[in-house]
C-alpha cells in the first residue's frame, strides 16, 4: 500500500470515526460506524487480506451493525434522552485512550524494523490460507472463542426467557 | 488498457442485463398474476388501438415508467431527508453490483484473445456476494426510519429481523455447496459441474445438495421479502411497510431493488445447482454424447449455446418466483422466525455436517 493511497483512505476514515462519537443523532452515529467499518474493510483489500474484508462487511457492516440499528430504532433513542455521561466515565476513557496509543506505538516500532520489506507468501490471505491457519497454528484461541460465544449464546436464552 | 476496456463492457453488460430483466419482471409479475387469479391484468395504454391480446406490454414497460418518474417526490414532513433520500439507492446499488461475480459463459474467443465470460474473477465469490446482499438490508432499515411514520419504522425494523435471521440458513446453505465443490470461486464451481457422474448424469449442484438447494431457495425468497415472507410490507396490516411515504423514481428504485434480488437467487440457484452456463454433454470443441455420439460445433457458436442456457435457467427460476408469489399467502411474523431459526438453520447445519461427512469418508 503506498504512500498517497494510505492517507486518501485514513484521513476520511479518521474523519468518519470521529463523527461516530461526535453526532448527536444515535441512528446517524451507528451509521458512521458502519462506514468506519466498511472503510476498514478496504484497508483489508489494500493489505491482499480478502477474506478478512469479505468477513468484516458480512459480520460486522451487515449483520451486527444491523442489529444496532434495529435496537436504536425500537427503543426510538433521541439525541435529548442520552444521559450525560459520568466524570468517572470520561477519565477511564482518557486513560484508557493513552494506553492504547502506547501500545499501538510499542507494536509500530517492534513491526516495522522487521516485517515490512519481506515479502508475503504466495496464498497470503486466502480462505485456504487463513483456514489451515485457524484450525493448526491457532487451534486454541480459534476454539476458546468458539465457547466464549456459546455462553455469550446461552446468556442471551437465559435473559430472554425471565 | 484493452483489459481495462474488456472488463467495464463485462460489468456494465451485466448491470444493464440486469435493470432490463428487473423492468421485464414486473410485467411478467403483472400480466403472471392476472393469468393466475382469472383477471385481465393490465390492459389498458395500447398503441395499436384494441389488439385482441393486449398483453399489456406497454403498461408496464412504458407507461408505468413515465408514471413513476414524472410523479410527485413527496417527503413527508419531520422525515429525515438526507437518509430518506439515500435509502433506496443504498438498498439497490449493493444488489446492482452482486452480479459482477456471476459467470454468465465459459470463454468467448476474439481475435485469439480468450476473455472469461465473467465481470470480476475473485477467488472469495460466495463471500462477495454474501457481503453485498447484507449490506443491502441497510435500504429498508433506512428507509423505515427516515420516513418518520409508525407503518414505515414497523416494516424497517421487521425487515432488519427477517433479513439478518435467513442471512445464516442461506450462508449455512451455500456452504454446502463450497464442501461439494471445493471452491468459492463461482466460476470454478460452474466448471465443475460440466463433469458426468456415471457417464451419464450431469454433476451438477442439485445432485449433491438437494436439501441445501430447498434450504436457499427458501431462504433467497426471505431474502428479497416477497409472498410468502413479505413482512416488512404487508400491505393488508403495514400499509407497504418501509417504503410507505415513498412516491415517484425513489419507491420505482425500491420495487427494481425486490426485482433485482430475485433476479440475484435466480442467477446464484442457477450457478450454484444447476450448472450455471453448462448445456449437458457440451464441451468446449462440441457435444459429446455419453451413447458415443459428438457433434463438433464452432466455438462462438458453443458460447452462444452457454449463454443462452445461462439466461434461460435464470428466467426459469425468476417465473418460478414469481409463480410461488402468486400462489402462496403470507406467514405470520412468529411462524416467519420460528421457520428461520428452528427449522431452516438446523437443517442447514445438519446438512452442512453430513456433507463434511461423507466427503471425509469417501475422499
Known amino acids: 500500500m503506498d504512500f498517497v493511497t494510505f492517507f486518501a483512505l485514513a484521513i476520511p476514515l479518521v474523519v468518519i470515526a470521529i463523527m461516530v462519537i461526535a453526532h448527536p443523532s444515535p441512528v446517524y452515529s451507528a451509521l458512521f460506524l458502519v462506514l468506519t467499518l466498511f472503510l476498514l474493510a478496504v484497508y483489508f483489500l489494500f493489505l491482499d487480506a480478502h477474506m478478512v474484508a469479505a468477513l468484516q462487511i458480512i459480520v460486522y457492516a451487515g449483520a451486527i451493525m444491523v442489529l444496532f440499528l434495529f435496537v436504536i430504532m425500537l427503543l426510538n433513542l433521541q439525541s435529548d434522552t442520552q444521559p450525560t455521561p459520568s466524570r468517572g466515565l470520561g477519565r477511564a476513557a482518557i486513560i484508557g485512550g493513552v494506553i492504547l496509543v502506547a501500545e499501538l506505538g510499542l507494536l509500530l516500532q517492534r513491526s516495522s524494523s522487521e516485517q515490512a520489506e519481506s515479502a508475503l507468501p504466495e496464498n497470503f490471505g486466502t480462505v485456504e490460507a487463513l483456514g489451515s491457519q485457524l484450525f493448526t497454528t491457532y487451534l486454541l484461541p480459534f476454539e476458546i472463542t468458539g465457547i466464549l460465544l456459546l455462553v455469550a449464546v446461552v446468556g442471551a436464552v437465559v435473559l430472554a426467557k425471565r | ?363
Open chain 2, 1 to 363: 488498457m484493452i483489459d481495462f476496456l474488456i472488463t467495464f463492457s463485462l460489468t456494465l453488460l451485466m448491470v444493464l442485463m440486469v435493470l432490463n430483466l428487473g423492468g421485464l419482471l414486473l410485467w411478467v409479475e403483472r400480466k403472471g398474476s392476472a393469468v393466475l387469479q382469472d383477471r385481465i391484468g393490465a390492459n389498458r395504454a395500447a398503441v395499436f388501438g384494441k389488439l385482441p391480446f393486449n398483453l399489456g406490454i406497454v403498461n408496464t414497460l412504458v407507461a408505468d415508467p413515465i408514471k413513476l418518474f414524472t410523479k410527485e417526490d413527496f417527503v413527508p414532513q419531520g422525515a429525515d431527508k438526507l437518509l430518506h433520500t439515500l435509502a433506496p439507492a443504498i438498498g439497490l446499488v449493493p444488489l446492482l453490483v452482486t452480479f459482477i461475480v456471476i459467470p454468465f459463459g465459459d470463454v468467448l474467443i476474439i481475435g485469439g484473445r480468450e476473455i472469461t465470460l465473467q465481470a470480476a474473477n475473485l477467488n472469495i465469490g460466495i463471500l462477495y456476494v454474501l457481503a453485498m446482499v447484507s449490506l443491502s438490508v441497510y435500504g429498508v432499515v433506512l428507509g423505515g426510519w427516515a420516513s418518520n411514520n409508525r407503518w414505515a419504522l414497523l416494516g424497517g425494523i421487521r425487515g432488519s429481523a427477517q433479513m439478518i435471521s435467513y442471512e445464516i440458513p442461506l450462508g449455512l446453505a451455500l456452504i454446502g455447496v463450497v464442501l461439494a465443490f471445493g471452491s468459492l470461486d463461482l466460476q470454478e464451481i460452474t466448471r465443475a459441474q460440466g463433469a458426468l457422474i456415471g457417464g451419464w448424469i450431469p454433476a451438477w449442484g442439485i445432485v449433491y445438495q438437494p436439501v441445501a438447494f430447498l434450504i436457499f431457495l427458501a431462504a433467497g425468497i426471505a431474502e428479497s421479502k416477497r409472498i410468502p415472507f413479505d413482512l416488512p410490507e404487508a400491505e393488508s396490516e403495514l400499509i407497504s411497510g418501509y417504503f410507505t411515504e415513498y412516491s415517484g423514481s425513489k419507491q420505482a428504485m425500491f420495487m427494481l431493488g425486490d426485482f433485482v434480488e430475485a433476479i440475484i437467487v435466480a442467477g446464484l440457484i442457477t450457478t450454484l445447482f444447476f450448472g450455471g452456463w453448462q448445456v449437458p454433454f457440451l464441451l468446449r470443441d462440441g457435444f459429446h454424447f455419453p451413447w458415443g455420439g459428438t457433434l463438433a460445433l464452432p466455438s462462438l457458436l458453443v458460447t452462444l449455446l452457454q449463454v443462452g442456457a445461462f439466461t434461460l435457467k435464470v428466467l426459469f427460476f425468476c417465473w418460478l418466483q414469481i409463480m410461488i408469489r402468486w400462489t402462496l399467502p403470507r406467514f405470520r411474523y412468529d411462524q416467519l422466525i420460528s421457520l428461520g431459526w428452528k427449522i431452516l438453520l438446523p437443517l442447514a447445519l445438519a446438512n452442512v455436517m453430513l456433507t463434511a461427512l461423507i466427503i471425509l469418508l469417501f475422499e
